[in-house]
């Protein structure tokens, strides 16, 4: 799996970093709509984007996801009952 990751192209969406030191790792600049549809214009599969529900919904209010699935984890959203103590 390491190995995987590490051969992997990765790109890095951050307002505070200045380089992204992972191993193919890219670091997308202030225009993210442009950058992100000059990725998408290059042959090859998916863009993933794990994790960040704030990336997420830019992306998805800038018209820029082709395509969403969700993943519900049990414990992500979950409401604990304890009966009263009598």
Known sequence: MAAFLNNTPKYVVS???TEADWS???LLGPDLAAELNSLKSKPGKNIHLP??????R???L???????NLLIRNGVLSVTYRPKQR
């Open 62 to 68: 800038a018209g820029l996801l082709d395509e969403l």
């Open 15 to 17: 307002s505070t970093l």
């Open 58 to 60: 830019s992306l998805l």
């Open 51 to 56: 994790g960040s529900p704030r990336l997420v």
């Open 24 to 26: 193919g790792s890219t």
